[in-house]
């Protein structure tokens, strides 16, 4: 593994139990995704995009196989240390926003700074800024249900991003949002990937996201169809 | 960190405030509940008490040893000047009064009947009981006629007599054993709420008793009345040793009337019972709202993980709940216990005519509020339901992210 890869998964498998009858997943990955790529990973429903992206974010354990994310191997760690891996290495970004509707916008963005343990004037300003950077200056003692569709994705991806994560991993940022909104967004984290770096990874059905990847994952039936880079 | 999962639990709590305030409310009556029955038990106890200890017994008694077990006439109080001298002495006696005590019968015209036969000393019983405030016909030793005999309104009854008529008592005098009869005049009849009492008790002054039983000055009880009636109570106190010399006993209403005592300890009893059975109510109510809760926010509880709250912290998260629910419900059951108990307190509850262990409440019983109804109820309600939420908690911190949310979804 190199100082440019990121995410490298190895014999990748995932096997499911339903009523009995075992359910495959993943039938071994072997992917490899650098610092700073804007990825999309795409295919049919059930093709497995939810589960390799649940399992190379640490959120499920594969059957076999093994990932590492930026040099660590995650796939022997137990629940608490995968959790700290994921606060402090992982930003995640959902398709229905998944925002605690009961915290301000400000409080949403702070709390996994507060499990990083930054001090509140540092986690202040972080907010501060980062909500400056999505465009929702002036939000921050919103509710999440005070909110559209677009800018609660906004605060979503503030929240992603505020820990300053190595990976963002987005599960279908898009599928709830009207494609006008989709794509400004898209274009927001696009300038961001260029702007810090960070990697961007998706599992996406939505055109626009498919067309701005910078690479092209397809998976079909647990393996890998196609990968692609795009210009 | 904490502070966020406070805010968080306290805030999760109120997001379907229909089903928190039913569960909360639910928890609250309960408690108001256990809070009122616990002061209304006081107010019965300290009922039955003074019912119990001011009518006749008195807080305490002196005897000679045995006495109380044989009833024999020889046993008068051993130095019962001394005895008495030195009561005169303790600051926590506020009266005393001197008794005799014999079996007997009374005969009149009609009937004859069986009779506890107590000598009295008119002035000082008065302090001791109710003898005189029970009279319905007739008075109370008045003026200094020695040949004058309060009895029971049922013995009047039995023996068909009434005020002014003539009855025969007859007694075994002691030492010789020789019956003595001796003619009294009806002056007064009492009415108690004790049958007992009524049919089987009669009043002579104490000399004329002292000398129908050949007694000379001699007494077979000394009655007392504390200060406070709780020394009545107290089985440890000094006192009780102090005067059980010179082949007597100093013994407690408690030992006097121990099914009363009984009465109370199974009211403890019958307290810890019921306290159980609300715990029991509240853990399926705490886990059920827990539980509904927990399983509506399923996703969210995948988010918190997914962004990397470890187990540890979403259990603490879910127990911050149950405490939160367990502080609503205490709220709500204080401010319930302080309503109820206190209207009750004022207004009384009618329990008159009900004889529990041979005393029959006589009085309106007042609830009694005392802090520590609102201290050791509510503490045990937040320790528990904090326990209860300890599944919920377990639940959650074990609980896959991926899982979570692919149920959620």
């Known amino acids: ?157 503030a929240r992603a991003m505020v820990s300053q994560p190595t990976i963002i991993l987005a599960d279908e940022p898009t599928a709830n949002l009207d494609s006008k909104t989709g794509s400004e967004l898209l274009e927001m984290m696009y300038q961001l990937n260029k702007k810090t770096g960070m990697t961007f990874v998706f599992s996406t059905h939505d055109q626009a996201v498919m067309d701005r990847a910078q690479r092209l994952i397809t998976l079909k039936d647990g393996l890998i169809d196609s990968d692609n880079m795009q210009e | 960190m904490w502070w966020i999962l406070v805010k968080l639990a306290w805030r999760n709590l109120f997001r379907n405030t229909r089903r928190t305030f039913i569960a909360g409310t639910a928890i609250g009556i309960g408690l108001a509940a256990l809070i009122f029955v616990d002061a209304l038990w006081i107010g019965m106890e300290e009922n039955m008490i003074k019912i119990a200890t001011s009518s006749f017994l008195g807080g305490g008694q002196i005897h000679q040893e045995g006495f109380r077990k044989t009833q024999e006439i020889e046993r008068t109080i051993n130095q019962h000047h001394q005895v008495m001298s030195n009561l005169k002495q303790e600051e926590i006696v506020a009266r005393f009064t001197p008794r005799t005590f014999a079996f007997g019968m009374i005969t009149s015209p009609a009937h004859v009947i069986a009779a506890a036969l107590v000598g009295v000393d008119p002035v000082t019983e008065k302090y001791l009981s109710h003898v005189d405030e029970m009279i319905t016909e007739g008075t109370y030793f008045e003026g200094d006629n020695e040949r004058n005999i309060v009895i029971g309104s049922k013995m009047a009854e039995v023996l068909e007599v009434e005020i002014g008529d003539r009855v025969v008592a007859t007694v075994s005098q002691a030492k010789t054993g020789d019956l003595a009869q001796e003619m009294f005049r009806v002056s007064g009849i009492f009415h108690f709420h004790n049958h007992e009492m009524n049919r089987g008790m009669a009043f002579m002054r104490l000399g004329k008793s002292q000398q129908i039983l050949g007694l000379k000055d001699d007494i077979h009880q000394i009655a007392i009345k504390f200060t406070d009636v709780k020394y009545g109570q107290n089985k440890l106190l000094p006192f009780w040793r102090k005067y059980s010399k010179y082949g007597n006993e100093a013994v407690s209403w408690t030992e006097i009337l121990p099914e009363l005592e009984t009465i109370f300890e199974w009211t ?8 159980f059975v609300f715990f029991i109510i509240v853990v399926f109510g705490i886990i059920n709202t827990l539980f509904m809760s927990l399983y509506e926010r399923m996703f969210e509880f995948g988010v918190l993980r997914a962004v990397g709250t470890r187990p540890s912290r979403m259990a603490q998260l879910i127990l911050f709940e149950a405490g939160s629910l367990g502080v609503l419900s205490i709220g709500i059951g204080i401010i319930l216990g302080i309503i109820t108990t206190y209207i009750c307190s004022k207004t009384g509850i009618d329990y008159t005519g009900i004889e529990v262990a041979g005393v029959t409440i006589q009085e309106l019983i007042y609830p009694v509020m005392v802090i520590d109804q609102f201290i050791f109820y509510p503490f045990w309600v937040l320790v528990f339901t904090t326990i209860t939420g300890l599944y919920p908690a377990w639940y959650a911190a074990r609980m896959s992210p991926a899982k979570a949310m692919r149920r959620a979804g």
């Open chain 1, 1 to 157: 593994m190199t100082s440019q890869q990121v995410i490298v998964t190895e014999d990748l498998t995932k096997t499911y139990s339903a009523n009995d009858v075992p359910v495959y997943a993943l039938r071994g990955i072997n992917l490899t995704i650098a610092a700073g790529e804007f990825t999309a990973i795409v295919g049919p429903s059930g093709s497995g995009k939810t589960t390799f992206l649940n399992i190379i974010s640490g959120l499920d354990q594969p059957t076999e196989g093994k990932v590492w994310l930026s040099k660590e191997l995650i796939s022997n760690m137990n629940g608490r240390q995968l959790s700290d891996f994921r606060r402090d290495n992982i930003g995640f970004i959902f398709q229905a926003y998944n925002l605690i509707p009961v915290l301000t916008v400000g409080e949403n963005i702070e709390y996994i700074m507060l499990l990083q343990g930054i001090p509140k004037i540092e986690r202040h300003q972080r907010v501060v800024d980062i909500l400056e950077v999505v465009g929702l200056a002036g939000y921050i003692d919103r509710k999440p249900p005070q909110l559209s569709g677009g800018q609660q994705q906004r605060v979503a991806i």
């Open chain 2, 268 to 275: 403890n009893i019958s307290k810890v019972l019921l306290g």
